[in-house]
Structure formats: C-alpha cells, structure tokens
C-alpha cells in the first residue's frame, strides 16, 4: 500500500527536455529544470536507480530550492531503502525551498523507518537554530499532528518570534497519552501566500497623481 501511494507522489515533467526535442527554437528550459524532468521521465519509465542518479546529480549542481532531495527520497522509498529516504526527506526540511513532497513521504514511512529515524524526526524544531522549514503553515500542523502526535494534539500557544534568519512559529502543543508540554519552532517562508504577503509588504508605494494644477 505503501508503495502505492509513493508511485503516485512524483509530479510530472515541467517542460519538455531539449534532449528529446533537438534543436527546437520553442524550448528554454533552466539546466535545473531540464534534470528535474530527465529524472521524473526516467522515474516514470521504471528506471528508479538511474532516476536518483540524476536527482543526485541535479542537487550538487543546483543546490536546494528545486526539490531533488525529495525526488531522490522517492526513488529510496521505491526501492525500500526507508531510512534513507526519511533522512533525504529531512534534509529538504532543514534546507530553504522545500517541496511539499519532502513532507508528505516523511508521514507516509514514518511506521517503516528504525527507531533511530524516529528519534531524529523528534529531535527536530526543538530551538530556533534548528527551524523545520516546511513548504506551507499547514505542514506546521501536519507535522505535530501526524509525526508527533498520533494523529491528535492540543494546542496550547502559538506565537511568532524572531529566528536566526527571520521570522519563525513557535508551537506549544501537548500530545495525547501523557507527557509535558512541547515546543517546536517552523520556518514558513516557503509559504507562497506568505511570499506574496512579504512582497506586497515591500512593493514600492505608487502616488495618486502629479499635484496641482
């Protein structure tokens, strides 16, 4: 089931890759792109392990913000390699950019990753240092609900505060079953309303008009 529902957690190809189209004038496509969709066509094709490669690939050229580590995280996650699916999903959540993928499979594996994983995806949010960077305020709360707190949390106090970097939540909630509360802190600014917001926010104002006659 499982398996099932990762097959279906890939997005399909942005543009069409100059490779495939030769010297067509109509495609312009970034080299990050064009790597991002060599690896989804691949993917899509059955050819999981060449697929990470070029994710692999596509990463140490471009860096985070296009979503290859979550993409890479897939491809482990087809071939049953769940820890190290989780840890790759992870590391998008720790880096600027990260795609809601990254955190959709991190709760699909979260019963077949070792109590070592489990330990790490606990450990994470606890200081404003270590931030979980997530794709919309909604992951906020998917990842209490979902990763922490079996489903079901209350929530005591959220508040925004300042982070190394910028503005951050921080999440005061008690899980079911016992226990104190806790506290988690969440870097939203890959937040696309939140981008907008930031945007108006800064836009240069306009006048009314010219004055006088």
């Known amino acids: 089931m499982l ?27 970034d080299p990050c792109t064009l ?30 913000g296009h979503g290859f580590l979550a993409q890479q995280a897939l491809a482990a996650a087809k071939l049953e390699h769940y820890d190290d699916a ?11 950019g990260p795609t809601p993928l990254a955190l959709k499979l991190l709760i699909a594996m979260r019963l077949q990753v070792s109590t070592a994983v489990t330990s790490e995806v ?23 609900r979902l990763l922490l707190c079996s489903g079901r949390e209350e929530a005591l106090r959220q508040a925004l505060v300042q982070g190394p970097h910028g503005s951050l939540d921080q ?31 800064h836009a240069p104002a306009t006048g009314g008009g010219t004055g006088g006659e």
């Open 171 to 201: 999440m005061q909630f008690v899980c079911p079953g016992g226990g104190g509360p806790q506290t988690l802190y969440f870097d939203y600014s890959g937040d696309a309303m939140e981008q907008a917001l930031q945007g108006e926010q």
């Open 122 to 144: 606990y450990a994470r949010g606890r200081s404003p240092e270590g931030a979980i960077m997530v794709p919309d305020i909604q992951g906020e709360y998917a990842w209490i």
């Open 3 to 29: 398996l099932v529902l990762l097959a279906c957690m890939h997005r399909p190809p942005t543009t069409a890759s100059s490779a495939e189209v030769p010297g067509d004038p109509s495609v312009s496509a």
């Open 35 to 64: 790597l991002f969709d060599r690896g989804v066509a691949l993917y899509n094709a059955g050819s999981t392990e060449r697929a990470a490669t070029t994710w692999t690939g596509g990463y140490t050229q471009c860096g985070p």
């Open 86 to 96: 989780a840890r790759l999903a992870l590391q998008e959540l720790s880096e600027p």
